[in-house]
């Protein structure tokens, strides 16, 4: 079923809809709306606002989420894996395929920090993030009032709290809750379930396949 949608989908296939140049960009590129495989998806793409870690909104009037299809369908597979162990839930998409000239964007707005330092929080543009080729994800977990679960921060977070690989010490010294801890590790089940693989400083940030492949295989989304 997934293939067939693909095979329709196409700047054509979007003929009815308004698209905006980045979206334009990514159908142009091969890419797909996720909500087209799996219309249970949301997404509230934050750089489309000011909620995010630059305060700016730098999608303009994109309002869509897209992914290489190898992606989306990992995605689509990840929803269905949730709804198996809570039918009342759906993922809540933040923001997939990411132009690099917006990977640029966060790069300069970090240059107060050392070179060491910005790595911790954007990609450099020069090797990329695996956003720019549509192959990764940030998500959350949306309960069925469609309000996002409490994962302990706030999505863009940078600090020890939004790290996975805190979270142990978190929890016993009381900043993260038991409850806090499980909302995350089933987002992580069902992303790693379906193919995906999560990163060590941020729950929401999942990839579904290495840089050097994505590069390889895709390119830059410039």
């Known amino acids: 079923m997934i293939a067939g949608v693909l095979a329709t989908l196409g700047v054509t296939g979007y003929a009815q809809t308004k698209l905006s140049p980045f979206e334009r960009k990514f159908i142009e590129r091969g890419l797909v709306d996720v909500q087209k495989l799996d219309p249970t998806l949301k997404v509230e793409l934050k750089y489309s606002t000011t909620d995010n870690f630059i305060k700016e ?20 597979k990840a929803n269905k894996f949730l709804k198996q162990e809570k039918p009342d839930y759906t993922l809540l998409v933040y923001d ?29 543009p020069a090797r990329g993030s695996i956003h720019n080729f549509g192959c990764a994800v940030d998500l959350t977990i949306a309960d069925e009032k469609g309000q996002p679960l409490d994962m302990g921060t ?27 801890l499980e909302n995350r590790k089933l987002l992580r089940r069902v992303m790693v379930k379906a193919g995906y693989t999560s990163i060590q400083t941020e729950w929401w940030h999942y990839n579904a396949m290495s840089r050097e492949r994505a590069k390889a295989t895709y390119g830059f989304i410039e």
């Open 154 to 180: 706030i999505f863009d977070f940078f600090g020890e709290l939004a790290e996975p690989r805190r979270e142990a010490a978190m929890l016993k010294a009381g900043k993260l809750t038991k409850q806090q």
């Open 57 to 76: 909104d730098v999608y303009g009037d994109l309002e869509r989420a897209y992914l290489q299809p190898m992606a989306a369908e990992k995605l689509v």
């Open 96 to 124: 997939g395929a990411r132009p690099r000239s917006v990977t640029k964007i966060f790069w300069k707005r970090m240059s107060h920090l050392p070179y060491n330092r910005r790595e911790d929080f954007v990609a450099d």
